[in-house]
Nanobody, 123 residues
Framework: VQLQASGGGLVQAGGSLRLSCAAS????????MGWFHQAPGKEREFVAG????????NYADSAKGRFTISRDNAKNTVYLQMNSLKPEDTAVYYC?????????????????WGQGTLVTVSS
């Protein structure tokens, strides 16, 4: 199983980035997918998640109204569109896949994790 995250980079505050996570080795359409981030010196935290049903999504309070998670089952890819970025969004962003995820924000429910992509937001 591989989860390949990409799309990170350096952006100014107020800017946008779109992260992608391409999955292989799993039946992607049957997995819930999540995005988490870990800032320097902090624990990894939930950002957004989406179940196999496109309409079942969940966001951290800090992401609501600014970030949008989506998935393309034909491409085995999950996306995180991040708008109005703030310096406090600076972190390594990880995607995760889980087959039985009752709560999208529960890290322990995910089976597989990607390697992470760094997002740096300058002020």
């Amino acid at each position: 199983v591989q989860l390949q995250a990409s799309g990170g980079g350096l952006v100014q505050a107020g800017g946008s980035l779109r992260l992608s996570c391409a999955a292989s080795g799993i039946t992607f359409s049957t997995y819930a997918m999540g995005w988490f981030h870990q800032a320097p010196g902090k624990e990894r935290e939930f950002v957004a998640g989406i179940k196999w049903s496109f309409r079942d999504t969940n966001y951290a309070d800090s992401a609501k109204g600014r970030f949008t998670i989506s998935r393309d089952n034909a491409k085995n890819t999950v996306y995180l569109q991040m708008n109005s970025l703030k310096p406090e969004d600076t972190a390594v962003y990880y995607c995760a896949a889980g087959q039985s995820v009752p709560l999208l924000r529960a890290q322990r429910s995910y089976d597989y994790w990607g390697q992470g992509t760094l997002v740096t937001v300058s002020s």
